[in-house]
């Protein structure tokens, strides 16, 4: 590939990434995460609510009753509510990580249901938020050839289970399909991937660039499909995770043996003023 399309085609890259960022329910629409106790949680406008909604909304929208497992909404509110599109008065939830989750929407707010390390809570999304048409372009370091780099893909027999701390404070037991090997700097390296259904490979490292100026915690980024093992990293297109941007993200971060000895000095950076969202 010529140097220049292939620059442009990161750039292009970069400018799809931040598109997306401030896309309708994405992650600069993120208004709210809130812990479920067991019981009725009320959801609505008024202070005392434990589900509080933007001033717009109603002031007791209606209830989010959990048992322990099984979330049930109960709209109280004559705001017209829709689950996956169907108007609702009454409807039990699945959360995101099942097969088709449960989209609460009303007055350009979504709502879903979420599991995770610290239990189950549910995620609010408020679609008017300033910050989707305000928030400044993200920032890189420039375009760099020599940071795609080839490598060669191992998947494991059996998957390697590894520690993987989370932004909620727990150590996750987390899959990995195998590892990739590269040269870079002439040293070899070695970093353990999920891999997808398409071939891709998903990878979270750290690297000596950690906190300035890239973000503290690690970046993520997607190989292109494998073939027979065969591949590029591209670490022009390492990313930082959705918790540099919102306090209402979840992100799990690399593992140990994902922490690299060298500077990638290549891909996203963490700019002063997201300083506030240093995990």
């Given amino acids: 590939m010529a140097n220049e399309e292939y620059i442009n085609s990161v750039l292009k890259w970069r400018q799809e990434v931040d598109t997306n960022l401030r896309r309708e329910n994405g992650w600069l629409a993120l208004a709210g995460l809130f812990w479920l106790r ?63 989750p449960s989209f609460i929407t009303f007055n350009d707010m979504r709502m879903v249901v979420v599991r995770r390390s610290k239990g189950v809570g549910i995620r609010l999304w408020d ?26 893909y191992t998947r494991y027999e059996v998957p390697k289970v590894v520690k993987m701390p989370d932004i909620l404070g727990a150590i996750l037991d987390e ?25 891709r490979l998903f990878v979270q490292f750290m690297d000596g660039t950690n906190s300035h100026p890239t973000y503290p915690s690690g970046r993520y980024t997607y190989t292109d499909s494998h073939e027979e093992g065969m591949l590029f ?6 990313y930082s995770p959705p918790c540099a941007f919102t ?33």
């Fill in 38 to 100: 067991k019981g009725e949680n009320i959801i609505g406008s008024d202070a005392a609510c434990d589900i509080l909604l933007p001033e717009r909304a109603p002031k007791r929208l209606g209830t989010l009753d959990f048992d322990g497992n099984n979330v049930t909404l109960k709209v109280e509110a004559a705001l017209p509510v829709e689950v996956n599109g169907t108007a609702t008065k009454t409807a039990l939830l699945d959360a995101d990580q099942e097969d088709v």
């Fill in 127 to 152: 679609n008017t938020k300033e910050e989707r048409r305000t928030f400044p372009p993200r920032e890189w370091y420039p375009v760099k050839e020599e940071f795609r780099v080839p490598a060669t």
């Fill in 233 to 238: 990293i591209d670490f022009n297109k390492a």
């Fill in 175 to 199: 899959r990995m399909e195998g590892y990739i090997t590269f040269t870079l700097n002439g040293q070899d390296h070695e970093l353990l991937v999920s891999e997808l259904p398409d071939r």
């Fill in 247 to 279: 306090d209402y993200a979840t992100c799990t971060f690399p593992p140990e043996e994902n922490h690299l000895k060298i500077e990638i000095e290549a891909g996203e950076i963490f700019p002063e003023h997201l300083h506030g969202h240093e995990h």
